[in-house]
């Protein structure tokens, strides 16, 4: 399972500046609904755009397992689906590699599905929580035996007659509703799942786009979400947008580099994704968004960013949501930025690829940056230039590699990483599309 071939150290250095117009990878959150939810349909789904990442192919992996005919087309992806409650017992255990995403929404789909299935994951994935999709789970009938702390390796054993759920989330997290809404797909009757504070609904929306019956109510400061269960899913074709958590790291270099000016185009803006935007707004960043268009129903448009002398900014809890994956470089760019920054309400980051809070915090102060973690905030004293030098330790975390590469193009001395494969989990590509841009990454 795990390699035991040296991890590529990669060396970021100062660079000139920035420039040129790239699309990025597809969305990661609505590649894998696109291939589980045609995998769920009946006839053949086409997918434009689908990341081609490890994350998503782990899924397509578990979904081929499970008895859905997926494969290539030129550049786009077909899914021949089972329908719902079609799928069929795995002949052996599903890896989903360093995806909680592929894991916790699959556990859903899963346990509505009359059928045993083993899940396991890489070093990474085995120690991420899954308690919090398996509690809610349990209400449909099905059995969950995983490893102490509820860890991976999971064995599944669905149920043919799902109860439908009736939960509200205790954190917000757009895993776990996906989760309750997957399972609810095959029970008889009505799903209803609330969530504290409006996450992702990427699910919701594809959900309705192969033809079943959700709708979304306000509850108080977050949603009621309710779906009606086993509706015939329709396939149905879906174009995937650049996925804006990968866009947030070109973004970010052209903000920090001298000179720089960069336009990505065809990037996701679902307001549920935008939270970093509106940060960096607030820090003064020069970025602006052009040929706003709707395409495949989501919000889509080109954004343009140019360097910028940042300010410190102080970003509230409640935005966490909309900007989870993007903490780690936010925090590279509130370093390069003069002032002390607070980023509040941090908890769910220590459930990440890695613990992301302590993670975050050790790659800024490895490169000469002051930081401090109060109770669940971030604490960075910007000083206006980053010193670097560091060597960090990326924890087998793909956005922590990216961010650190990121904070070499701007620090005094260059920076390094311990190991750079897991960036092809979200990002196939990345230092190549960097370096067209002219960044200054290399092998070390
Ligand atoms: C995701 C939800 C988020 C996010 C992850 C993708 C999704 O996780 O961090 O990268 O596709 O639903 P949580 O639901 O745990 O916040």
Redesign the pocket.
Known sequence: MESLTPRPHISARPAAPLTGSIGVPGD??IS?RALMFGALAIGQTRISGLLEGEDVLRTAGAMRALGAEISRDGADWLVAGRGIGGLTEPADVLDMGNS??AARLLAGILASHDLYAVMTGDASLRKRPMARVIEPLKGTGAQFFARSGNRLPLTIIGTREAMPLTYRLPVA????K?AVLLAGLNARGVTEVEEPEP??D?SENMLRHFGAQVSVERAGKGRLIRLTGQPELRAADVVVPGDPSSAAFPIAAALLVPGSKVTITGAGLNPLRTGLFESLREMGAELTIENARIEGGEPVGDIVAAYTELRAVDVPAERAPSM??EYPILAVLCAAANGTSRLRGLS?LRV?ESDRLSATAALLRVNGVQVEIEGDDLIIHGTGSIPGGGLVETHMDHRLAMSALVLGQASKEPARIDDASFIDTSFPGFLTLMRGLGANMVAA
């Open positions: 990661k959150s894998h909680g995403t997290s757009a895993q776990v996906s996450t992702r990427h989870i994956d769910e990440k």
